[in-house]
């Protein structure tokens, strides 16, 4: 009988350490910027910084949450297959390093609201988009913290 109970709170616990391990590197519909409201309100009263080739608009919420908008003009690549690729890019970059922008939100009882727009000529390689992520990423943080 405690072995059947054992087992059972073993496999909960596990799937419970799994979820928990596999929800931190998630990015999904919930954690992006979507709404066309906020979105106009972020361009229109958000700040802005540059970090090569990003430039980066961001604004600081009441609720808790850190969400993403990523864009690459149509007058630098004509094609929209190069667009939904640098996006992609630009997600999953954001997507491996958002875990300590998140805690120092939650730590500073913040949400975020950020996107990022491509601003070079040239399809990236995936390099050439992750370090600059974490360079805005960096700069979101001691941004916060101020």
Known sequence: ???IVFFVLLVLFVANLYLFVAKKFT??????????????????EGKRFTVPPFRVFYTTTADKCLLL???ASTKNFKKAVDRNRIKRLIRESWRLQKNELGE???RQNTGLH???IYTERELPACEQVFEPVGRAIQ???KLIEV
């Open 114 to 116: 950020v996107f990022i």
């Open 69 to 71: 908008g990523v864009g």
């Open 1 to 3: 009988m405690y072995s």
């Open 104 to 106: 120092v939100a939650n």
């Open 139 to 141: 700069k979101l943080v």
């Open 27 to 44: 990015l999904g519909k919930n954690e992006r910027l979507k709404s066309r409201k906020a979105i106009e309100q972020l361009f229109k």
